[in-house]
């Protein structure tokens, strides 16, 4: 999906990790719920993720190299990747 995307949008991109999981999020912006943003939460309408159980500050998508942040230090990044990896079941096909 990351290939996918940054070959159609031409725009380089960059994931995070946290948590082991590392992902992209397309986060929903403050200004759409400003009441919840000053509560500290965020909202995201669409999350990738794959496990990624050690951090490595670039990963090779295809022929591209694409840069990871590690995002550990911010709450509410860190406890969103803690949510995907405490809820991620792998699909049924894959062992």
């Given at each position: ?5 940054m070959n ?5 991109m960059?994931?995070?990790?946290a948590?082991g999981?590392v ?11 400003p009441?919840e943003?000053v509560k ?46 405490e809820?991620?079941?792998?699909s049924?096909?894959?062992?």
């Amino acid at each position: 999906m990351i290939a996918f995307v940054m070959n159609v949008s031409g725009q380089p991109m960059a994931l995070y990790w946290a948590e082991g999981v590392v992902f992209l999020a397309d986060f929903v912006e403050p200004e759409a719920l400003p009441d919840e943003y000053v509560k500290g939460k965020i909202y995201a309408s669409n999350v990738s993720h794959a496990p990624m159980a050690k951090y490595n500050n670039m990963i090779r998508v295809g022929n591209m190299e694409v840069p990871v942040i590690d995002v550990s230090s911010n709450i509410a990044l860190r406890d969103l990747a803690r949510w995907i990896r405490e809820n991620h079941q792998a699909s049924p096909d894959k062992s």
